[in-house]
């Protein structure tokens, strides 16, 4: 079925929707990564205030926030006054935003209190769903915590698959450590995680079922799922297994992720775009990353703003 505004009609996007990610906001002092890039935790909110101000002025469908709204070096005593401070940010916003959980909001808070909060009410406190705002197209945001040793109960089956998981891939004591690790090997980190085997086959279905009705899909995971993109140590852990779905369908158009701070690009065999958005997080004051991506019928238009890069994905 071929849809009325088709690619004759290239000049106005179909729709236009916010997107930011790892926002991490905290209120402590400023510091840095591992590998010492400077983080402006409290700067952070500004950079979100100015994002949300921005979208505001424009006819936004809806936003999507990359996961990751607060740090995980928040006292544990201010995070669910962290939680809110930054969702009455994103409440401000004239649309609704989509969440995805990241690894740092797992360490604030377990999933059974942060996915009413970031208003996912799936069953069972899983973080994946799928929705369409026009006919043409289709999101779906995966859960890539599904599989890990954060945000569960440590007596979840997740979690004890996720530690032997890791016991048998990571040596290091400390398993947030890639040490003695080579090549993608290095993504398997407790900072990560994994899509189970039940979001897998609703993965699948979702994409059979955008095939019969003719719909394009755009994929939200806060883990990158292309290594060519990404850093090897921010990778889902089993990333190959669900591009191996992905691949089996044509209607997936792009993959927009998080979580690599200094965001990533790549097209894969298949010709599905792979974005990696900028960091909120590592933005020095008085600079900003956020933007809005305009959906074409053939392409997506990333319109970043400063350290969120403009780009643009054609298929």
């Not at 004051?285 to 643009?312: Q, S």
Request: glycine share 8%.
């Amino acid at each position: 079925m071929g849809h009325a505004n088709g690619p004759s009609h290239q000049n106005k996007p179909l729709l236009s929707f916010g997107v930011i990610s790892d926002v991490q906001y905290a209120d402590i002092p400023d510091g840095h990564s591992f590998l010492g890039v400077p983080r402006y935790y409290r700067h952070s909110l500004h950079v979100l205030q100015r994002a949300v101000k921005s979208w505001n002025h424009q006819n936004l469908k809806f936003a999507i926030n990359f996961g990751d709204i607060v740090d995980g070096f928040c006292p544990k005593d201010q995070s669910l006054t962290s939680v809110n401070k930054i969702l009455n940010e994103f409440r401000l916003f004239n649309g609704h935003t989509y969440h995805m959980i990241g690894n740092h909001c797992l360490y604030n808070l377990p999933r059974d209190k942060l996915l009413p909060l970031l208003n996912i009410r799936n069953p069972n406190y899983l973080a994946y769903y799928e929705f369409s705002p026009i006919p043409e197209f289709r999101f779906v945001v995966l859960d890539g915590y599904d599989v890990s040793a954060i945000g569960w109960p440590k007596d979840h089956p997740n979690t004890k698959k996720a530690i032997n998981f890791l016991a048998e891939r990571n040596p290091n004591s400390d398993k947030n450590s890639p040490n003695g690790l080579i090549g993608r090997d290095r993504r398997f980190l407790m900072f990560n995680g994994a899509v189970g085997k039940e979001q897998i086959e609703w993965l699948d279905q979702v994409l059979e079922d955008a095939m019969k009705l003719d719909q394009k899909v755009v994929i939200g995971c806060h883990l990158p799922l292309d290594a060519d993109a990404s850093s090897n140590e921010a990778l889902l852990w089993n990333y190959n297994e669900v591009m191996d779905v992905v691949h089996r369908y044509s209607c997936v158009k792009a993959c927009l992720a998080g979580h690599d701070h200094k965001g990533g690009y790549s097209v894969d065999s298949h010709g599905v775009h792979h974005r990696i958005l900028e960091a909120a997080l590592e933005c020095p004051p008085g600079t900003d990353a956020f933007g809005r991506i305009d959906v074409f019928y053939d392409r997506l238009l990333l319109c970043g703003e400063d350290r969120l890069k403009t780009h643009e994905m054609v298929f």
